[in-house]
């Protein structure tokens, strides 16, 4: 019988969307996508972290698809268009299942 990694992130993706997700800064900001979409520099301000730091791990959220991102306009100060993000649906079992543990 062969042997199976089961770590393997090709045999189970969700160990990798486990792995990704389990930093605490990156739970913080799928906390905060539960209530709905939010683009980086507006999680920024509300986390109280670096816009820069945001972006950057909502880029290794959305590698994994537990985030999504569009593009579209803010309604803020004055429009500009801005990346919001919401959560997969992956997304949201991946941090019930970290959250709940």
């Not at 999504?68 to 949201?92: H, S």
């Amino acid at each position: 019988m062969p042997y199976i990694d089961l770590n393997d992130p090709k045999i189970n993706p969700d160990l990798e969307r486990i792995h990704v997700a389990s930093h605490p800064t990156r739970i913080r900001i799928l906390h905060n996508l539960l209530d709905g979409h939010n683009y980086a520099a507006k999680l920024a301000q509300e986390l109280h972290i670096e816009r820069k730091v945001v972006a950057f791990h909502l880029a290794e959220l959305d590698k994994v698809s537990l985030v999504k991102g569009r593009y579209a306009l803010n309604q803020d100060k004055r429009p500009v268009a801005v990346k919001y993000y919401e959560l997969t649906a992956k997304g949201k079992e991946i941090y019930e299942h970290i959250t709940s543990s």
